[in-house]
């Protein structure tokens, strides 16, 4: 299975810059870019620089993100996040990357129907910005009690809702763990719709509790990934697996290191994975 790196893993001890060097040193196949980095590379470089690193690197990109807590904002909001909109699309293009990344919004207290209706308003608004061009929106539920939309049936709803097949869904499995989404949801999944797969472990909390610092290295923590790769798997997904921590313990570690261990483990967890599904 292709590996791929989310920027997350080194959000406070790294930038753009040195996660595309040291990925491509570490022999990762993929990296999201986080719309944060790349506007702090942007400071400095052209997109054309970008575009000249990928050009000659075995390093692809897999998406940009994200565009975060695109739900119930106002006009305002709304209009500043369709130009980071445009500017992801325009570098996507440029990188021939295909993918980016929305967040729904958090602490919102409206029924499900208002919710609904909404995600799918903002994403249609999103979908005419991208409209001719090949790229492709994944929404990504957050397991956070208070994240409007926070298990795998749900994101599921609205991107059927959507009908779109530029709509699809990011599988994080921190997140499908930490508000105790439904295995019956993930069988249901289809493997068209899951545009990321998002790979992580965390701490053994209760659903609910769980926070993105809780995360852990793949296969360090309670989430029964072997579990989930296996359904996947048979399902015929093939990956990449993106390995996404927000450990604030992981970002003290020099950059090399973070991103050399993201692999090990990693792999390390596939491979066991893989190997009992392959017996
Ligand atoms: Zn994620």
Known sequence: MKLAFNEATTLENSNLEDDLILCEKHGFDFIEIRLDKLKEYLITHSVGDLQNFFSSANLKPLSLNALEEFTFR?????????????LMSEVATA??????V?????GIEKDWEEIKRET?????????????????????FVGYPDCSINT??????????????????????????????????LKNLSIDDLFLFHIDD???????????????????GVIPLETIITLLYEKGFEGPASVELFRPE?????????ISKA????????EKALQKILK
């Not at 106002?74 to 996040?81: A, I, P, Y």
């Not at 990188?95 to 980016?100: L, N, S």
């Not at 929305?102 to 958090?106: I, L, R």
Request: glycine share 6%; proline share 3%; charged share 30%.
């Open 74 to 86: 106002n006009q305002t909001e709304f209009n500043l996040m369709k130009q980071d909109l445009s």
């Open 95 to 100: 990188i021939d990357c295909d993918t980016i």
């Open 102 to 106: 929305a967040v729904p919004t958090f």
């Open 120 to 140: 799918v308003v903002r994403l249609r608004e999103f979908l005419d910005l991208i409209k001719g061009t090949d790229l492709k929106l994944a929404l990504e």
């Open 152 to 185: 795998l049936d749900k994101a599921q709803e609205v991107v059927e809702v959507v009908g779109n097949p530029q709509v699809g869904l990011v599988l994080d499995c921190f997140h499908f763990y930490a508000m105790n989404s439904s295995y019956e949801a």
């Open 202 to 220: 965390c701490e053994g909390k209760l659903p609910g509790v769980l926070r993105d610092h809780h995360r852990l290295w793949p296969g360090e």
């Open 250 to 258: 992981y970002w003290e570690l020099e950059a090399e290191k973070c």
């Open 263 to 270: 692999k090990d483990k990693t792999i390390h967890l596939l």
